[in-house]
């Protein structure tokens, strides 16, 4: 499958490739070389002199000027821009031009023949095997310029799917970003009301989160441990801000060198420090991050107040149908996302390849 895909792609770049067109023009000149040879090979068709590379050039120019007078005018400027009666039209008078061309220079040259003889046509037999040998090459001209029209709309169609899938992400990505970043200020301008004395370990923390935010945001892949410094910020700056609060996260494996989306993670740990608030109780958040057969898989639990407190409504939970959202675009189908709602606790689990 690999080795056919393969030549599929070389043959693609020998039909498309600026790089290869003068090798495919020197290909079809040396086919119609040797297409002009062959019809003088006849014993009646023997010429005197230098007559005969006369013919030959002529006949070579016959097959070839229909062919690129197709290829590289009539196709383009009537077939693709729909004025087929148009097309039709010049491709007959071609054929009927081509033909009366071919028949008079047979009869010119009948005086050059070393053995001149004279056939008597039968004109009907004579139209029907040239429009035979014409209606190859003008099809033949006419499927590369067909083809090649195919192999870039199907390129450009691609590019426009990845475009626009480019910019369904970076929306959905957009709309995370600033939301946490609007909940990350309005943590920080409490505490800095609450206890001035921890405000210096808030602005640091925040300022390499925002320089983290500012530099690594455009990027699509970033690396996994800038992820996890950007997460444990956020929950130290949490747990400064709230009494009663505190974080765990645990790794398993080697996660050196692994590259991830942009804010990947933090929908689900921003929502998991939301609904943990309990102003009776400890409340807690738990990640845990695993490399297992070429999959990273990601745990997020948070502790549920026996009585939550109403929260208005808001755009706080786009966060959770963006992230699904995202995870749909990169990886299709293959990755797993479970979301378990119990009394005392939530728990998300996720699963997502890693990039080969």
Request: aromatic residues 12%; hydrophobic residues 45%; neutral net charge.
């Amino acid at each position: 499958m690999k080795e056919t895909s393969n030549d599929q792609s070389l043959f693609l770049r020998f039909l498309m490739s600026p790089k290869t067109r003068l090798v495919r023009h020197l290909s079809l000149i040396l086919v119609l070389t040797l297409l002009s040879l062959l019809s003088g090979g006849e014993p009646e068709q023997k010429y005197y002199g230098n007559i005969t590379i006369y013919v030959t050039a002529a006949l070579f120019l016959w097959f070839i000027t229909p062919f690129y007078l197709n290829m590289y005018l009539l196709v383009p400027r009537l077939l693709f821009k729909g004025k087929l009666l148009a097309y039709m039209f010049t491709v007959i008078l071609l054929i009927l031009g081509s033909f009366l061309l071919l028949i008079t220079g047979d009869e010119f040259l009948q005086k050059y023949r070393i053995n001149p003889v004279q056939i008597e046509r039968n004109m009907v037999q004579a139209f029907l095997g040239f429009l035979l040998v014409f209606a190859i090459v003008m099809a033949a001209s006419t499927a590369v310029k067909l083809f090649q029209r195919w192999v870039k709309d199907s390129q450009t169609l691609a590019e426009v799917k990845q475009q626009a899938l480019r910019a369904e992400l970076s929306q959905l990505k957009g709309q995370v970003n600033p939301h946490f970043l609007f909940n990350t200020l309005n943590n920080a301008h409490v505490l800095t009301q609450t206890n001035p004395d921890k405000a210096s370990a808030v602005l640091i923390s925040l300022s390499r989160m925002l320089r983290y935010q500012l530099y690594d945001g455009d990027r699509e892949l970033v690396p996994l441990r800038n992820d996890l410094n950007f997460l444990e910020d956020f929950l130290e700056l949490e747990k400064i801000r709230r009494e009663g609060f505190d974080y765990e996260i645990n790794l398993s494996g080697s996660l050196m060198g692994i590259m991830i989306p942009h804010f990947l993670f933090i929908p689900f740990v921003e929502n998991a420090v939301k609904h943990s608030y309990d102003i009776h109780q400890p409340s807690f958040v738990k990640l845990w991050l695993s490399v297992n057969n070429s999959f990273l898989c990601f745990s997020c639990s948070n502790s549920v107040p026996e009585h939550p407190l109403k929260q208005e409504r808001s755009n706080g939970g786009i966060g959770l149908a963006n992230i699904r959202r995202r995870l749909e675009l990169l990886y299709a189908e293959d990755f797993i996302l479970e979301l378990d709602a119990g009394h005392l606790n939530y728990l998300v689990n996720m699963k997502i390849p890693l990039p080969s």
